[in-house]
């Protein structure tokens, strides 16, 4: 069955090995590396329709250096991604993801925080022509547009973080609510007309700050937005590093217990985790996912989660 990932961090994987900062060469091949869980070959492993591609700059990065590091990413995504690897094509507006051909995996490119940007929007508007077609606010901290989910003050967005949600909704790209605070939650509630959480689970089964309350997946179905799950064992079963595939189902039970087998999607972020469930290593693996969905839905409603809700959602 066909897949659709929302969020995965291979771009920075590759920077770190460009960079020499891993130690195993191999990491920089995309197509096969061993060290990457969604190199191409394990992505047509596991039959993926389309792949979504995060731009991260790390909180450590010194400010002045932050653009630079999200250009070398970008560059990354051209060059090593879709520069050797003809079967990926690069989505640029959503309907080319109903346009792949049969062996064609769509490659979309996301920034997750926008420390790189600093207060420049006309930042924001070169990304945007660069291919980004999703923006999370924040990452984990502060930023000069939000605080992110474990900042202690738990503020929500700012006069620029506002100015970022009204101009993705100009360019039809999603505000990921992913990493953002609660009241950082309801403020893109206000405004985006695409919110979509690229990577989350349930709160009321895991009650961890990067996870959505029970009010919050309810205002993302009430306003057409995808919830995609995460497959990080801390965010299955609260502070533990492992956990099942029944476990993670049990988030998408309760998901669609509040009405959201439409919103429900796969959010898997390989290459930014360092636990995994049990099975669901890498992107090669997704169809273990499947098989067992499919225990406990109907064949229509596994097809939604794993591809069909979000071309049915997506803007445009």
């Known amino acids: 069955?066909?897949?659709?990932?929302?969020?995965?961090?291979?771009?920075?994987?590759?920077?770190?090995?460009?960079?020499?900062?891993?130690?195993?060469?191999d990491s920089l091949n995309f197509t096969d590396s061993k060290d990457l869980n969604t190199s191409l070959n394990k992505l047509k492993t596991g039959q993926t329709m389309a792949q979504f591609f995060a731009i991260f700059v790390h909180p450590d990065v010194p400010a002045v250096e932050k653009w630079q590091h999200a250009l070398e990413q970008i560059d990354l995504f051209y060059t090593e991604v879709l520069g050797k690897n003809s079967e990926l094509k690069h989505i640029t507006a959503w309907k080319d993801l109903e346009n792949l051909k049969d062996g064609?995996?769509?490659?979309?490119?996301?920034?997750?925080?926008?420390?790189?940007?600093?207060?420049d929007l006309a930042k924001l508007r070169h990304l945007y022509r660069l291919g980004v077609l999703s923006v999370g606010l924040t990452w984990n901290v502060a930023n000069l547009c939000a605080d992110g989910a474990q900042e202690p003050r738990g503020g929500g967005l700012t006069l620029l973080g506002k100015e970022l949600v009204k101009l993705n909704n100009e360019n039809l790209v999603y505000t990921d609510v992913s990493h953002l605070t609660v009241n950082g939650f309801w403020d893109v509630m206000e405004l985006a007309k695409f919110p979509i959480a690229s990577h989350s689970n349930a709160r009321a089964l895991c009650d961890h700050k990067r996870n959505l309350n029970d009010e919050q997946i309810k205002a993302m179905i009430k306003k057409n937005g995808n919830i995609h799950v995460v497959f990080n064992p801390p965010f299955i079963n609260y502070e533990k590093r492992e956990a099942t595939i029944p476990d993670m189902i049990k988030h998408i039970d309760h998901m669609c217990s509040l009405g959201g087998v439409k919103n429900i999607g796969f959010g898997s972020d390989f290459d930014g985790i360092t636990c995994f469930v049990t099975g669901l290593e890498d992107a090669s693996q997704y169809q273990n996912l499947i098989n067992e969905l499919l225990k406990h839905y109907s064949e229509d409603e596994v097809k939604g989660f794993a591809y069909r809700n979000f071309l049915e959602n997506m803007p445009g």
């Open 1 to 25: 069955m066909k897949i659709i990932d929302t969020h995965c961090d291979a771009l920075l994987k590759l920077q770190l090995a460009k960079r020499g900062v891993l130690t195993n060469d």
């Open 104 to 119: 064609e995996i769509g490659a979309v490119l996301t920034l997750e925080g926008a420390d790189a940007i600093g207060n």
